[in-house]
């Protein structure tokens, strides 16, 4: 089980969004799902999610 279940529906969407524009810009269309970015965030670890969050909300990523 991974803390991806704690993190609200916002918080998720942002990260997601910002790990599709950094992380997952160089690979294929099909391959940058929510599925996708949703392993990688599991992967990461929840400090490097809490950064990856606070990056979102201060870049305004989820109004672009």
Do not use: C, Y
Request: without cysteine.
């Amino acid at each position: 089980m991974t803390f991806l279940h704690t993190l609200k529906i916002e918080e998720r969407r942002i990260l997601r969004e910002v790990v599709k524009r950094v992380h997952l810009q160089h690979h294929p269309k099909e391959f940058v799902t929510d599925r996708e970015a949703d392993k990688l965030i599991s992967v990461i670890g929840p400090e490097t999610v809490d950064k990856l969050l606070r990056v979102g909300v201060n870049t305004n990523i989820d109004n672009v």
